[in-house]
């Protein structure tokens, strides 16, 4: 580790060199605001391994800094508003270790964590002004400026290892509840306590619970002490299940899409507490999906409640919309996936749930946030599913590993899973939609499982004594999905029937126009004519075998235009446990993009695919933006629109930019040879 300077090619010599010790240690490292210790807002800049972003970010003039994890202890010691800090680490006689100076005077030394030694944000009241941190806690790193001042380097060596002696005391304290200090926020853990106690816990919607739990989560760093915070006030609930709760504090990661919660998320709900508004007891339909779908928001039962557009209300604005799948799959809503016969809806919903649990783009329809699939399928009996998903692993190379427990199925092939049911009323002259008690088991099946998204397979089966025709009928039957969709904060896909008369995604939905309009994403699987593949070499005789996907009502910026894949026969034998025999069956597989690219409306597509043909590694963004123009392939003649769509796609930012057929571009401002002009980088990917 070299000179600690201010100037920045010492700053960033610096942090090159302890991130790489860092990294070699065990830790991860985290992008931090400029100036501050806090960590930026993406969470794909948390917990990385990747130096490369990190000195990137560097720079760009952001802070660094790293989480312990596993094999590192680091000892705070505070020396600011008169801490006794380094008379403590003075009397303590620890052994020299790797020591870094931070701008107030106090330290950060290094030790390596004794093997079974517990994680650790600990205050020990017998080592007065002293922290003990481990774990997913941030420290900020060595080359880190804050109020204008350098944290450096004051003893440069390997990291001993932690006496076996503070070792035991550490873990000792923790067993007889001691902590306390400053979170990973900044923000005591008194405060945190306070909040809590003002934060009633008798009915809270399973949503809010998880909210507490993550705004505590992120506050500690996930400490043992946050999660011990979380226990003590949820036990005041009789909902309280301990077991859950450890489940899902190991699940909350720094990678929570557009729900990353904070202290501002408790102040708010300990200020509603107070007023005693927010958790007022309004019933079981006001919590979760009621056992009347419809109804009871008939009844209007229960306050509604506002929310003032102030600063505090701006304090956590969401980073984006949660996308499970890219433009396809949005967290909270329904997709609707609807279909004539034959059309390999139901392929393409199972096919989807197989991308969803590898975290894979199978069919190369957008990027695939993993996750939990539960798949439910009226139609489809167990053994189908299974000769099915074989077919789809083979085509496709997917191992059961790939999986590990992330895709379930429900099969109502004998028993069909009912959303609701209706019964006319004489009373009033209507048919009444009440949910199913079957629908009931769905929902505790998701809240159990945690499940990121749910597939059902047809609608048309999942009701009964309701017409399909029925606006005010099936607008129940939606509301009952759109509060399941969004109470469990799952993705939602129906997979519908299409009217044979055809037309757009949206008018050839089946039904009543409430299914459409009950979606934020509706998508028409359509099996193709040679008329819908001209100009694209295909043979006529074999168009049957090509599936159109056509985008339709996209609310919230999903996909629009066509999309192809192709139906491809697979020999199914005893591969897996439970296929008995051998079978052909069909599933579906990506189709060479070339032979679409006159069709293709999505601009993504289309600028990666015009780079690649270039054959380049580097090519500056002008040469780009005049190509795109010269040829009209944006449909634009604006070099301005063109310019503007390039910088939204293609970023400085390696993990958040333009990936398209296996090559991934970013953009450098300034590269040696390249004067003034920005250039694309072309990165093919293994």
């Known amino acids: 580790m070299q000179d600690n300077s201010k100037t920045d090619p010492q700053r960033i010599e610096i942090l090159l060199s302890e991130a790489k010790g860092l990294l070699k240690n065990g830790a991860k490292l985290n992008v931090l605001d400029p100036g501050q210790k806090r960590a930026v807002g993406n969470p794909r800049l948390r917990g990385i391994t990747d130096i490369a972003t990190a000195i990137n970010y560097a720079n760009k003039g952001y802070n660094l800094g790293f989480s312990p994890g596993n094999r590192l202890v680091v000892v705070d010691v ?28 106090g330290m950060h030394c290094y030790f390596g964590r004794p093997t079974g030694m517990s994680d650790h944000h600990t205050h020990v009241a017998k080592y007065p002004g002293i922290e003990f941190f481990s774990g997913a806690h941030n420290i900020v790193m060595a080359g880190s400026i804050v109020d204008g001042k350098l944290y450096r ?22 067993d007889h509840g001691e902590f306390g200090g400053e979170t990973e926020g900044g923000n005591d853990l008194e405060e945190l306590k306070r909040l809590l106690k003002q934060i009633p ?53 720094a990678d929570t899409g557009g729900r990353r919660k904070t202290i501002g998320t408790l102040r708010r709900m ?66 609707v996936i609807a279909g004539t016969g034959g059309s390999a809806k139901s392929t393409l919903g199972l096919i989807t749930a197989m991308s969803i649990a590898t975290g894979r783009d199978l069919l190369q329809l957008g990027d695939v946030k993993q996750g939990k699939v539960l798949m439910i399928s009226n139609e489809e009996s167990v053994d189908e599913f299974k000769l099915r998903m074989t077919a789809t692993m083979q085509a496709h190379g997917v191992k059961l590993k790939d999986i590990e427990d992330r895709l379930h199925i429900v099969s109502g092939y004998q028993k069909p899973v009912l959303i609701a049911e209706g019964a006319y009323d004489d009373s009033v002259g209507t048919v009444a939609v009440r949910q199913h008690l079957r629908w009931k088991g769905v929902r505790e099946l998701t809240k159990a ?3 990121d998204v749910v597939i059902l397979d047809p609608f048309a089966n999942a009701i009964r ?32 029937h299409a009217s044979k008369s055809g037309g757009s995604a949206d008018a050839a939905t089946r039904g009543a126009s409430a299914i ?24 006529d005789e074999e168009a049957p075998f090509y599936v159109q996907l056509q985008g339709g009502k996209s609310n919230l910026g999903g996909r629009r235009g066509t999309h192809h894949v192709k139906i491809q026969v697979e020999t199914v034998t005893s591969q897996l446990k439970g296929i ?23 601009p993504r597509a289309v600028i990666g695919r015009f780079i690649i043909a270039l054959g380049v590694e580097i090519v500056t963004q002008k040469e780009v933006i005049e190509g795109l123009v010269s040829e009209n392939i944006l449909k634009t003649q604006s070099a301005r629109a063109v310019g503007d769509t390039l910088r939204d796609l293609i970023t400085e930012d390696k993990d958040n930019t333009l990936m398209v057929d296996g090559y991934r571009f970013w953009k450098e401002a300034r590269r040696a040879g390249y004067g003034q002009n920005s250039v694309i980088i072309v990165q093919k990917l293994t």
């Open 78 to 105: 505070d020396c600011k508003n008169g801490q006794p800090g380094l008379d403590t680490i003075n009397q303590m006689d620890l052994p020299p270790t790797h020591t870094v100076t931070t701008p107030s005077g």
């Open 153 to 174: 380097v004051s003893l440069d060596r390997r990291p001993v290892m932690l006496p076996d002696w503070l070792a035991r005391d550490l873990d000792a304290s923790r």
């Open 201 to 253: 816990n008798k009915d809270l919607r399973y949503g809010q619970w998880l909210d507490v739990g993550m705004a505590i989560h992120f506050e500690t760093g996930g400490s043992d002490e946050g999660y011990d915070l979380w226990v003590a006030w949820s036990a005041t609930s009789l909902k309280h299940n301990e077991k859950e709760m450890s489940k899902k504090w190991l699940s909350f990661k």
């Open 270 to 335: 300990a200020a509603a507490g107070a007023a005693g508004s927010a958790f007022e007891d309004l019933g079981d339909g006001a919590y979760e999906p009621g056992g009347v779908g419809g109804e009871e928001a008939k009844q209007g039962e229960g306050p509604i409640e506002s929310e003032t557009v102030d600063e505090a209300f701006f304090e956590e604005v969401p980073e984006g919309r949660d996308w499970l799948q890219q433009d396809l799959l949005l967290r909270n809503y329904i997709t």
């Open 449 to 451: 499982n945690q499940y």
């Open 465 to 496: 004594g309701i017409n399909e025709n029925s606006n005010s009928e099936i607008s129940d039957v939606m509301t009952i999905l759109r509060e399941t969709a969004a109470y469990y904060e799952v993705g939602f896909i129906l997979i519908h």
């Open 516 to 539: 459409v309009n009950s979606a934020r994403i509706v998508i028409q699987a359509k099996q193709c004519t040679p008329k819908d593949l001209t100009g694209m070499g295909i043979p």
């Open 580 to 602: 008995i025999g051998a079978d052909n069956v069909a599933t579906l597989v990506p189709v060479a993009q070339s032979l679409f690219e006159k069709n293709s409306s999505d």
